[in-house]
């Protein structure tokens, strides 16, 4: 029998570590998991307590709108409007998504169709390069080079920008989506405002959508509030951006995220989710509102744990030889793989640091043929976890330093 959406999918790689992962845990050794990037920090106890209120309501039991709760979307809007100056329409241009990758997929079937193309960066988001591919669309990929070395890293504008004009100018047919995320997963790269203005000049310029997911919103490095696209000029022209309830504010199984922007996009996707879903549970729609309302500074909060996390975990690599640059966000850090172990590649380098040093990794290959020699560590342990993890790597890692 044939399967035709999945037949051509690669074996998902990180199931490899996984399944190491989980023998060496059978075996009895302890496995400090930096893999998989599911947040360990709490929900906000406000979430946990208004949900829990209104689930002893049997009239909540019942089918919710799928495009989100009136107050809920206007909650969504005040936050835009306090984090980034930027005035939403709840009614025309926010919808409420289960999860960031429910809404992407979906509105990749609204944009894209066979015979049409997408640019997304690579490395990626693994549902950045298969949303568009499940729609039947052709990919273009425009490569995040050179950030591990810094003098690159100041260049990195520039040569986005390069690659992306001969994405699009190359081949046929014309793409009409681009997908970005920043700061970025895995690479966490961050970039300014002047940045998302090009973007959108760009798509302007050429008929096309942007689609931001701005999973990390709220965790930017070093003071750094990372821009939402929004805020450039003329960016409801071309632009919608995906907000989630996940990093922000710790409730990754909550499923909880928005799609914002662009009217004419969103109310395409909400007219597609219509014959797809009868909404989130409402419980979660009202426990997700007061949280927005109630504790809009939880997001600091998060922020800084992760920082300090990050700042834990470079400090130790580089003690024993293995130079990581800072992200500018996001909650994880994208290593290049060490030069010692170079002859290695991405699965075989992360697969034998489970096995001779009982830490889990994710193979930079599994975010796309542009991650590969490189790994990537999930900030999802405390501290002390982390500086284990750094005895665990001296310990087995015995080409470094």
Known sequence: ???????????????????LKVEARRAGNDVIDLGFGNPDIPSPDIAVAKLAEAAQNPRNHRYSLSRGLPKLREAVAGYYKQTWDVDLDPELEITNTIGSKEGFSHLMWVLLDHDDAAIVPSPSYPIHMYGPLFAGADLRQVPMRGLSHPEARDNFAEDFFDNLHTAYDVGWPKPRVLVISFPHNPTGASVDLDFMQRVVDFC????????HDFAYADIGFDGVQPPSILQAEGAKEVAVEQYSMTKSFSMAGWRCAFMLGNAEVVQALVKLKSYLDYGMFQPVQIAATV?????????????????????????????????????G?????????????????????????????DVALSPGVGFGPGGEG????????????????????????????
């Open 329 to 357: 966000g996001s909650m994880f850090v994208w290593a290049p793989i060490p030069e010692a172990y170079a002859e290695m590649d991405s699965v075989e380098f992360c697969s034998m640091v489970v096995e001779e040093c």
């Open 374 to 401: 490189y790994a990537r560590f999930a900030l999802i342990e405390n501290e002390k976890r982390i500086q284990q993890a750094i005895r665990n790597l001296r310990r087995g890692l015995t080409k470094l330093g």
């Open 291 to 327: 949280t927005i309302n109630e504790a809009s500074e939880f997001p600091k909060e998060v922020c800084a744990t992760y920082e300090s996390r990050c700042d834990t975990l470079i400090d130790g690599l580089e003690r024993i030889g293995w130079h990581v640059p800072k992200p």
């Open 1 to 19: 029998m044939e399967f035709r959406r999945i037949t051509n999918l690669p074996p998902y790689v990180f199931t490899i570590i996984n399944n």
């Open 204 to 211: 302007r310029d050429r008929d096309m959508i942007v689609v």
